[in-house]
């Protein structure tokens, strides 16, 4: 057994102070701990102990270690290596960061056994110090030369023993603390927190640079912006209705998706009153307020029809202050095509009112098909600007163009394989498992292909209201499934690949899946069901640990 060593791998000066410092370390109970090269420094100066050793039950010695040939010749000593010979000062040395390591742990909090027993040492590896050595500031016993390097540690003990009437020795839990106070209070290691934190400012900034796409646009009153998974389509669409806004149109923000619309409500919240549309929610919500009776969310022929028609009728009666100078969609591709008439009804002008449509082709996943029933102008995004790059390239061949990645490096994506009918419970693992990591639960969100999860068929038994809740103010991780999850991110996604209701639209839910997280991405599924319906490219980007 050895003694512990602080840093795990020192740097030597010299090869004496290697030769020492290695012979004492194997010499020393594995209790005692051995420190090589600490600085000291005060308002006056600047010192390295070359070796410092804390021993339970004896003391801590602080060494200095002279190699080459050294001499005591009268008060001076001198040292001669490698044809050079110089004046030196072992004793002085050896004092000093004695003295200077005594008034350090004097004023740590975290030492709290007073001063400690301590002795100052010189070690000569090189030299044999002669019979009838004795010199005023070093006793022999003091000094441990080359005849003594076989017996280091025993010289070091004898030496704690000639303090035995002055302090008590420290303990071993006295041992672990003077170790912790040598490592200093530094700066903390950045939290897993403070760098998700760090990691969404920078992807806040890098999407604030897509605002020339809109200062470009300007004069344009009806525009497609098509962009794949990260490249900032709903940060823009929100900028151009905060602009439009600020300009004194009259605007209404519009989505499909019930947890989309509460983002952007939430997000429009923190604005100045002047910057905020004047409507902001799903475009169904837009039709209820105007007075159509509430459906039932699995009666599509209401949802698909009746409901815009009778936004059609009713707008056509709107006075003209409660209609929109202009209209901005996000996740335009989940229109249907009879839903367009009823948004050309909204605007003032149906003909001149301002329309941006924010689209990804790509996550189309609805099986309603539609295309915006007016003509406007195409402008295309190639940028990716919020998934790593590991996340980034699992999606990659999913996307209807190609695109390049600036949301940087990040850790690999994680990959489970499972039955398709254990994915749910392999992700429940998983997602276990980052909690325990430090992940904290609001960065965490646990998403389905198929059937969603029992924590969120329970959850929406409260109704979608409280549902979309938990997404922002729970304190649980968010359970939710792809087809509601668009257009949302989370930091860390756990993607069960739990099969899917219908394999034509299997691809692109795949792609929403894995294009939802941020950070860090964990899959768990059937690798031959991702392989049938992403193809081998993702599979290859699953299993390759990129």
Not at 77 to 97: E, L, M, Y
Not at 277 to 300: C, E, K, M, N, Q
Not at 407 to 418: A, D, E
């Amino acid at each position: 057994m050895t003694a512990r060593v602080f840093p795990a791998e020192p740097v030597f000066e010299s090869h004496a102070e290697r030769e020492f410092a290695e012979a004492l370390r194997d010499q020393l109970p594995d209790d005692a701990v051995m420190v090589c090269g600490q600085r000291f420094s005060d308002r006056r100066e600047d010192r390295e102990a070359d070796v410092i050793v804390a021993w339970p039950g004896f003391g801590i010695a602080v060494v200095e270690v002279k190699g080459g040939s050294v001499s005591l010749q009268g008060a001076e000593w001198r040292q001669s290596s490698n044809g050079v010979d110089r004046r030196i000062h072992p004793v002085d040395q050896a004092v000093r960061c004695k003295y200077l390591l005594r008034d350090y742990l004097r004023q740590d909090r975290r030492w709290r056994a007073g001063d400690p027993r301590m002795v100052h040492l010189v070690a000569l590896p090189a030299t044999v110090v002669p019979d009838g050595f004795a010199a005023p500031d070093a006793p022999r016993w003091t000094v441990i030369d080359r005849t003594n390097l076989a017996q280091a540690a025993a010289r070091v003990a004898s030496a704690l023993r000639q303090c035995e009437t002055e302090t008590e020795p420290p303990t071993a839990d006295d041992v672990e603390a003077f170790v912790d106070c040598l490592a200093g209070v530094g700066i903390p290691q950045q939290d897993l927190l403070a760098q998700l934190h760090e990691r969404e400012a920078e992807c806040d900034l890098l999407t604030r640079d897509q605002a020339r796409v809109l200062d470009l646009l300007e004069g344009n009153r009806r525009v497609e912006i098509r962009g794949g998974a990260g490249s900032g389509k709903t940060w823009l669409a929100l900028e151009k209705a905060r602009r439009l806004a600020v300009a004194g149109e009259r605007v209404a923000v519009m989505c499909y998706s019930r947890g989309l619309a509460e983002f952007l409500r939430r997000r429009v919240a923190t604005w100045r009153p002047r910057e905020r549309p004047a409507y902001v929610g799903t475009f169904h919500g837009l039709g209820i307020d105007w007075g159509v009776p509430a459906g039932t969310d699995d009666d599509s022929g209401y949802w698909e029809h009746r409901l815009p028609e009778q936004m059609v009728s009713l707008a056509g009666a709107l006075p003209e202050d409660e209609r929109f100078d202009a209209v901005v969609i996000d996740e335009a591709q989940d229109f249907a095509e009879s839903w367009w008439p009823a948004v050309v009804a909204t605007l003032r002008s149906p003909e001149e009112g301002q329309l941006y449509v924010f689209a990804d082709e790509g996550q189309r996943v609805f099986a309603r098909q539609g295309r915006p029933t007016v003509a406007l102008t195409p402008v295309n995004l190639n940028e990716n600007l919020r998934n790593t790059k590991q996340i980034a390239g699992t999606f990659s061949s999913l996307t209807p163009t190609q695109m390049r990645n600036r949301g940087g490096n990040g850790v690999p994506v994680r990959f489970v394989p499972c039955a398709s009918e254990d994915a749910v419970g392999v992700a429940d693992d998983a997602a276990d498992a980052l909690l325990e990591e430090g992940w904290p639960h609001e960065a965490v969100a646990l998403l389905t292909t198929y059937h969603r999860h029992p924590v969120q068929v329970e959850r929406q038994r409260d109704g979608q209201d409280a549902y979309w809740k938990t997404f922002w103010e729970g304190d649980d991780l968010f359970y939710g499934h792809v087809l509601g999850f668009k257009g949302l991110e989370r930091p860390a996604v756990v993607l069960a690949v739990n099969g899917f209701r219908d394999e034509a639209r299997a691809r692109e839910m795949l792609y929403v899946g894995l294009s939802r997280a941020r950070d860090l991405l964990v899959v768990c599924g059937d690798l031959e069901l991702i392989r049938r319906v992403g193809g081998e490219a993702v599979v290859r980007r699953l299993t390759d640990g990129s």
